[in-house]
């Protein structure tokens, strides 16, 4: 489309460039022009410059102004050229990407009122603002700091709940005072559109917040809870009573998963066990109910008198933060366990439950004192075909090296092995890391080695048979962070 076409309103080339609008042949051509013309200029203001030297003299500083001033017209040109701004990018494309960036958490360092992407997505063009407003779906993704939100985002929450129209939100809270009921109020209206919650509980929230969202979750599938200190000017304290008691979610037919979790202030919330898919918290005596459980994390269970055994039936994949739990939880069709602790309770559990494990992540087992026996545990895991392990200990990293040397028959058929060895600090038994290439090469060998995870040190000498296994088909990665290598391994929602 050219300059003259009567659909186009007549317009400037610096109305242009102030825009994100696309130049046509013409506009283009000229830009170009002017952009290789200020370049030109830009390269003999800075030889002047080097000539002249250091010294501060008029002659100088018209110069440094001149090619100052060079730059941001220099970037307004070529931004007009950028064939990211040829590129026409189809609505729905754009409509994804800003789908993403809106997911996107937070950064904790930025004040929220100038990092939202939802409000920066409306300021770059007209198209993108366009876009915006006209998809109720880029609405629903509701962030609520009390603490960091001012009186002038009621406006804000205001637009964001009638732009979102009435499809199901999912929302972030976080605890504030009661000087924010306005903000609150408002959202707390509209909690039958609730489809995700992620909040924050206080005690000063109990009575002017959650009771009014009770039994009016009908579209809630996810609850994230966690406890917060309360602030009285630059101090923090927390709930004084024992345990923090939430029954403000008990009644919410949808809902099927639920992530639990406190710090100083113990919390104990009533769910709708029963129904629950996924589960990430502390109580265990309430998973008795809990028989459509496929997905479940324990931490911080309270063992004392010993709770009776837990029978989970569907359950697929657990995490423990300590493995002394299974010795109270029943799951027959068990496939994945993430643990920490001793190996005896997973030998036992194990016994129980046969020929169901597929994968087994040991995180941790205690103490250097506290060694792992692996050799029961492979006997017993004879479907286990993913091992991964944490070690603490050379000694032990070597026992089960030598195990797995062994034939299949003896060990079992893994096909992949996670060794997290960051703690092992190279340089001491060269042998060490020789024993480590000898086992994988045996289980290649027998023709069951598929995958290798590592984290750790390897010497430089084994990096042609570690580039033989590659060249034999086994997929190897190397981390060199044991955390990225535990968050890659363990599923997000464990």
Request: charged fraction near 25%.
């Given at each position: 489309?050219?300059?003259?076409?009567?659909?186009?309103?007549y317009?400037?080339l610096s109305?242009?460039?102030?825009?994100?609008?696309?130049?046509?042949?013409?506009?283009?051509?000229?830009?170009?022009?002017?952009?290789?013309?200020?370049?030109?200029?830009?390269?003999?203001?800075?030889?002047?410059?080097?000539?002249?030297?250091?010294?501060?003299?008029?002659?100088?500083?018209?110069?440094?102004?001149?090619?100052?001033?060079?730059?941001?017209?220099?970037?307004?040109?070529?931004?007009?050229?950028?064939?990211?701004?040829?590129?026409?990018?189809?609505?729905?494309?754009?409509?994804?990407?800003?789908?993403?960036?809106?997911?996107?958490?937070?950064?904790?360092?930025?004040?929220?009122?100038?990092?939202?992407?939802?409000?920066?997505i409306?300021?770059?063009?007209?198209?993108?603002?366009?876009?915006?407003?006209?998809?109720?779906?880029?609405?629903?993704?509701?962030?609520?700091?009390?603490?960091?939100?001012?009186?002038?985002?009621?406006?804000?929450?205001?637009?964001?709940?009638?732009?979102?129209?009435?499809?199901?939100?999912r929302?972030?809270?976080?605890?504030?005072?009661?000087?924010?009921?306005?903000?609150?109020?408002?959202?707390?209206?509209?909690?039958?559109?609730?489809?995700?919650?992620?909040?924050?509980?206080?005690?000063?929230?109990?009575?002017?917040?959650?009771?009014?969202?009770?039994g009016?979750?009908?579209?809630?599938?996810?609850?994230?809870?966690?406890?917060?200190?309360?602030s009285?000017?630059?101090?923090?304290?927390?709930?004084e009573?024992?345990d923090?008691?939430?029954?403000?979610?008990?009644?919410?037919?949808?809902?099927?998963?639920?992530?639990?979790?406190?710090?100083?202030?113990?919390?104990?919330?009533?769910?709708?066990?029963?129904?629950l898919?996924?589960?990430?918290?502390?109580?265990?005596q309430?998973?008795?109910?809990?028989?459509?459980?496929?997905?479940?994390?324990l931490?911080?269970?309270?063992?004392?008198?010993?709770?009776?055994?837990?029978?989970?039936?569907?359950?697929?994949?657990?995490?423990?933060?300590?493995?002394?739990?299974?010795?109270?939880?029943?799951?027959?069709?068990?496939?994945?366990?993430?643990?920490?602790?001793?190996?005896?309770?997973?030998?036992?559990?194990?016994?129980?439950?046969?020929?169901?494990?597929?994968k087994?992540?040991?995180?941790?087992?205690?103490?250097?004192?506290?060694?792992?026996?692996?050799?029961?545990?492979?006997?017993?895991?004879?479907?286990?075909?993913?091992?991964?392990?944490?070690?603490i200990?050379?000694?032990?990293?070597?026992?089960?090296?030598?195990?797995?040397?062994?034939?299949?028959?003896?060990?079992?058929?893994?096909?992949?092995?996670?060794?997290?060895?960051?703690?092992?600090?190279?340089?001491v038994?060269t042998?060490?890391?020789?024993?480590?290439?000898?086992?994988?090469?045996?289980?290649?060998?027998?023709?069951?080695?598929?995958?290798?995870?590592?984290?750790?040190?390897?010497?430089?000498?084994?990096?042609?048979?570690?580039?033989?296994?590659?060249?034999?088909?086994?997929?190897?990665?190397?981390?060199?962070?044991?955390?990225?290598?535990?968050?890659?391994?363990?599923?997000?929602?464990?």
């Amino acid at each position: 489309m050219n300059s003259t076409s009567p659909s186009r309103p007549y317009r400037t080339l610096s109305t242009l460039l102030d825009s994100n609008d696309v130049p046509n042949e013409l506009e283009a051509r000229t830009i170009r022009e002017l952009l290789s013309s200020a370049l030109a200029q830009k390269a003999r203001l800075e030889a002047d410059i080097l000539v002249m030297g250091g010294a501060s003299t008029p002659s100088r500083q018209n110069a440094v102004a001149q090619w100052e001033a060079l730059n941001p017209k220099i970037s307004k040109y070529e931004a007009a050229l950028s064939p990211l701004r040829q590129l026409h990018i189809p609505t729905e494309i754009l409509t994804l990407i800003f789908t993403l960036m809106i997911a996107v958490p937070r950064d904790e360092s930025c004040d929220i009122n100038e990092d939202l992407a939802l409000w920066k997505i409306g300021q770059v063009c007209s198209r993108w603002r366009a876009i915006l407003w006209s998809r109720p779906s880029l609405w629903t993704v509701i962030d609520l700091d009390l603490s960091r939100w001012q009186d002038a985002s009621c406006a804000r929450l205001e637009t964001q709940l009638r732009c979102s129209e009435q499809l199901p939100l999912r929302v972030t809270l976080s605890w504030g005072t009661k000087e924010d009921s306005q903000l609150v109020n408002m959202l707390v209206e509209q909690c039958t559109r609730w489809e995700k919650l992620s909040i924050n509980l206080s005690e000063e929230a109990d009575d002017w917040l959650l009771h009014q969202v009770r039994g009016r979750l009908p579209l809630l599938r996810e609850l994230e809870v966690s406890t917060c200190p309360i602030s009285s000017g630059d101090e923090y304290s927390y709930p004084e009573q024992e345990d923090y008691w939430c029954d403000y979610f008990e009644v919410a037919p949808k809902l099927q998963r639920a992530d639990v979790s406190w710090d100083q202030a113990p919390l104990t919330i009533k769910l709708p066990f029963q129904q629950l898919l996924q589960y990430r918290g502390a109580d265990l005596q309430d998973l008795k109910s809990a028989y459509n459980l496929t997905d479940c994390a324990l931490e911080r269970v309270a063992l004392a008198p010993p709770p009776p055994a837990i029978s989970l039936p569907s359950l697929r994949r657990l995490s423990l933060s300590n493995s002394t739990y299974l010795d109270f939880i029943e799951a027959p069709v068990l496939q994945e366990l993430y643990c920490i602790g001793p190996t005896l309770p997973i030998t036992s559990f194990l016994q129980r439950h046969p020929n169901t494990l597929r994968k087994l992540f040991i995180r941790d087992y205690g103490s250097v004192r506290l060694a792992p026996d692996f050799g029961p545990l492979l006997q017993a895991a004879s479907t286990l075909a993913h091992l991964g392990v944490r070690f603490i200990d050379r000694d032990h990293a070597r026992r089960l090296y030598s195990l797995l040397t062994l034939p299949p028959a003896a060990v079992g058929m893994l096909a992949s092995i996670t060794i997290c060895a960051q703690r092992l600090k190279s340089g001491v038994e060269t042998d060490f890391d020789g024993l480590f290439m000898d086992m994988l090469e045996s289980r290649r060998r027998a023709g069951i080695l598929r995958s290798v995870n590592f984290s750790g040190y390897l010497t430089d000498k084994y990096a042609s048979r570690m580039e033989g296994l590659r060249g034999n088909g086994v997929k190897i990665t190397l981390y060199r962070k044991t955390d990225n290598l535990l968050y890659d391994l363990t599923p997000a929602h464990l």
